[in-house]
């Protein structure tokens, strides 16, 4: 039988290939399943504070490869290597944490009103959790999701993106090194078709995806039709309200580090810049400044500021985006240079009309657009304006803006004089409306627990005497 292999290719160098793998059709997604239930007996047996150690040795391995991991980070997903280097020490950091949480009370005691019943709750594990994740934050996101599921007694079989599998390998390889057992974590290739297998099998109890909106809503209709739990995390369209009263160096540098940091494939990354009043001109100018000024080069390069786009593909996307914006009578304020060879997709700062279709789309690359506005209402309903609610920020001295925006700006992360893009790896994280799914949010042990195990209530009484 034919295999159908999926080819990773450096997004900086197009004719380098950095690796291939084959991909899993329903059947090998099936066989991953059923060895992962297997696994999850003895993996549950073990108890949590022996799982703990065998992550916390798994952070340590991770943590030992961590160069090498950061090095094939750049190189199939394009990101620099400051950045790279970055998401791995976050990834091992969040693994310590979930692995910290062994020791944690996992129920509660309660009265009973039958003399000697005692009357408690426990957690115990849902049992194979399928973590599908995007290639963005290729190390993070599977950090999140894969480590409290083991934690708390899980089996994973986890699909990575097809855009970087060698690295999802080399991470999986790390952790079995560690002394994760056989079949406890597995890893299947594959695009929709593998995804769809695994969120479609009986063995799986609940998935957790973070990617787009239009894949996220079709994995809940067929697990929910099943009865199976789901956590999405989805895209964004982050708003930047820049007020008057600040200064528009500072202001342009949170708005374009948001909007140009990770070449702009973030789901916080900021896309629209909201000028409050008069503070429209100087900030326009020092946002064209600044991104004038930004170099673009392969992200191996220490100079570089910002990488390619992870694939031509997504670079063609990128580029339609903006050209269907120009045809709907956007303006190009501002384009840094691009390198020619690579998936390179210059930033861009774009000004215009807010009905702009850019304006309200999320589109994964480094283009921001700048609008101005009268007021901070006009502000946040401007921002409030598109179907995502995933994050968002104001910059001001003014603290009753402040608590006005966190109040009224439909996002499910709020900032305050910061860029909409960055979160602490152990704060709940997720978004309102399209951007989400209601389900316990990721990343805080507390909230995400409760996706990851299910809660008995246990009476136990005495036999009489
Ligand atoms: P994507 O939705 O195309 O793919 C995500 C994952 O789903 C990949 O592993 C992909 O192979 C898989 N997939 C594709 N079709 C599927 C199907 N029919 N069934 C099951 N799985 C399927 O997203 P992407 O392009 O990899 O990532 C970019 C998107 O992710 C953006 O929309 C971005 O905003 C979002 N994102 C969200 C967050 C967040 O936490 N909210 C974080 C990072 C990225």
Known sequence: MHELMIQSINPAQLDEIVGEVVADDAAAVGAAVERARAAQIGWRELGIIRRGRILRACADEVARRAEDLARLMTLEEGKTIGEARGELEGAVETMHYHAGHARDADGRTFPSSTPDELVRTLRVPVGVVAAITPWNFPVQIPAWKVAPALLWGNAVVWKPSTETPMLSQALADALAAAGLPDGVLELVHGDAEAGQALVSHPGVDAVTFTGSVPVGRSIAAITSARGAKVQLELG??????????????????????????????????????????????????????????????????????????????????????????????????????????????????????????????????????????????????????????????????????????????????????????????????????????????????????????????????????
Request: with cysteine.
């Open 236 to 465: 964004g369209h982050n708003a930047a309200i820049v007020c008057g009263d600040v200064d528009p160096v500072w202001a342009a540098s949170i708005v374009v580090g948001g909007a140009m940091g990770g070449t702009g494939q973030k789901c916080t990354a900021t896309r629209r810049a909201v000028a409050v009043g008069d503070a429209y001109e100087p900030l326009l100018s020092e946002i064209i400044r600044q991104t004038e000024a930004l170099v673009v080069g392969d992200g191996m390069d220490p100079a570089t500021q910002i990488g390619p786009l992870v694939s031509e593909r997504a670079k063609a996307d990128v580029a339609a985006a903006v050209n269907a914006a120009l045809a709907e009578g956007a303006q190009i304020a501002a384009q840094a240079q691009a390198p020619a060879g690579g998936a390179y997709y210059p930033p861009t700062i774009l000004t215009g009309d807010s009905g702009l279709v850019i304006c309200r789309e999320e589109v994964f690359g480094p283009v921001l657009t700048v609008l101005g506005v009268d007021t901070v209402d006009d502000a946040i309903a401007l921002a409030n304006s598109t179907p995502f609610g995933l994050s968002a920020t104001v910059l001001t001295h003014d603290e009753r803006t402040i608590r006005r925006c966190i109040e009224r700006l439909d996002a499910g992360v709020v900032k305050a004089n910061a860029p909409t893009t960055g979160t602490e790896l152990h704060v709940p994280f997720g978004g309102l409306k399209d951007s989400t799914y209601p389900a316990p949010r990721e990343q805080n042990a507390e909230t995400v627990v409760d996706f990851l195990t299910w809660t008995k209530s246990a009476y136990t009484r005495l036999v009489p005497e």
